[in-house]
């Protein structure tokens, strides 16, 4: 068993053991330059309460032009985080091309993804075979992170409205302190007020 110290370093080791113990077994090719981190899904997957835990980006959308996966930093158990790889790869071996139709169903199906094409989860077969992997690299070196303890940021600028016409703007409460009258900007009228 290999010491790994930090992820990216063991998902690229782990990636590696899957493009030869499970995807070449099935006669399936993996690009041999992704680039995965363990890392924040887009926007679409920042909330706490989004299922998504992995994400496979398509060649065109890096400008080192190769698939760049991300395993979310809310999964720890090294099973899992091979479970995802996995599905991911797939997403990378036909450049995100088939979805999670055709190609992916059909790939997912012969390594031994089960369940929702979408949420896809690692059968009794491949789980021997991750845990097999596992025992190659190591426990997988993260701790996961909980997003439902990230401070919610609040609104710092309040809301000026006119009450005569609505033309209204925000400004921080320092800028309001600073106003010497209450002139609309808009209408000229002495009716701005803050909402």
Not at 155 to 183: H, P, Q, W
Request: overall charge positive; charged content about 25%.
């Amino acid at each position: 068993m290999t010491t790994i110290v930090n992820r990216e370093e063991w998902l690229h080791q782990g990636y590696k053991l899957l493009a030869v113990e499970v995807f070449k077994r099935v006669n399936v090719e993996v690009p041999a330059d992704v680039k995965i981190s363990c890392s924040f899904p887009s926007v679409k997957g920042l909330s706490a309460k989004s299922a998504r835990i992995g994400e496979c980006w398509a060649r065109e959308a890096s400008t080192a032009k190769v698939n760049e996966i991300f395993i979310s930093p809310k999964v720890d158990n090294p099973v899992e985080v091979l479970d995802i790889l996995a599905h991911e790869l797939i997403h990378a071996t036909d450049n995100c091309k088939s979805g999670h139709r055709g190609f992916f169903a059909k790939t997912a199906k012969l390594i031994g993804l089960e369940g929702k094409m979408t949420s896809t989860h690692a059968g009794e077969v491949l789980k021997e075979k991750l845990q097999s992997i596992i025992k190659k690299i190591g426990e997988y070196p993260h701790a996961k992170i909980d997003y439902t303890h990230m401070k919610k940021q609040t609104t710092r600028m309040l809301k000026v409205a006119c009450t005569r016409c609505g033309f209204s703007y925000r400004t921080s409460k320092k800028n309001i302190d600073s106003m010497e009258d209450k002139t609309c900007n808009c209408c000229s009228s002495w009716a701005m007020e803050i909402c």
